[in-house]
């Protein structure tokens, strides 16, 4: 298995940042051209990885869909940091910390309109880690 670890900067704001590029250059250069599956893999507590549209409102709609969820308000026993930061310790229970995808032919098999995206509504960790693993 071949891994490597990528960072994202989040900035101190929720985002969606897209990882797909970075998933991509790494899923071609592992896998030498063939197939297998590539793990994205964020050890935080407090993000996810989502296989999503982009670019056409549903990184936005995501987040408003998160806020009415999981709203940044004093109602979480985790209390520490920002207001409202217990709601990032329950984001990975919605928004997986993880996605396999397969790759053929050196090329990661997402659908017409997805995207590899990095989820973080933590405002308090502006960088953060993505390992990648191939497993040919």
Same mark, same amino acid.
Not at 57 to 66: C, P
Not at 67 to 73: E, G, H, R, V
């Given at each position: 298995?071949?891994?490597? $670890? @990528?960072?994202? !900067?989040? =900035?101190? !704001?929720?985002?969606?940042?897209? @990882?797909?590029?970075?998933?991509?250059? *790494?899923?071609?250069?592992?896998?030498?051209? =063939?197939? =297998?599956?590539?793990?994205? *893999?964020?050890?935080?507590?407090?993000?996810?990885? &989502?296989? $999503?549209?982009?670019?056409?409102?549903?990184?936005?709609?995501?987040?408003? &869909?998160?806020?009415?969820?999981?709203?940044?308000?004093?109602?979480?026993?985790?209390?520490?940091?920002?207001?409202?930061?217990?709601?990032?310790?329950?984001?990975?229970? *919605?928004?997986?910390?993880?996605?396999? @995808?397969?790759?053929?032919?050196?090329?990661?098999?997402?659908?017409?309109?997805?995207?590899?995206?990095? $989820?973080?509504?933590?405002?308090?960790?502006?960088?953060?880690?993505? !390992?990648?693993? *191939?497993?040919?």
């Amino acid at each position: 298995m071949e891994s490597q $670890i @990528i960072r994202v !900067r989040t =900035g101190g !704001r929720e985002s969606v940042a897209d @990882i797909t590029g970075e998933c991509a250059q *790494f899923a071609r250069s592992a896998s030498g051209g =063939g197939d =297998g599956l590539l793990h994205v *893999f964020v050890p935080h507590a407090t993000a996810g990885v &989502a296989l $999503i549209e982009l670019g056409a409102g549903s990184d936005s709609d995501l987040l408003a &869909a998160l806020a009415d969820l999981l709203p940044a308000d004093d109602r979480w026993q985790h209390a520490h940091g920002s207001r409202g930061h217990g709601r990032t310790h329950v984001l990975p229970a *919605f928004v997986a910390p993880y996605a396999t @995808i397969p790759v053929l032919g050196g090329r990661l098999a997402l659908g017409t309109w997805q995207s590899v995206a990095l $989820i973080d509504l933590n405002v308090d960790n502006p960088d953060r880690q993505v !390992r990648l693993s *191939f497993l040919g």
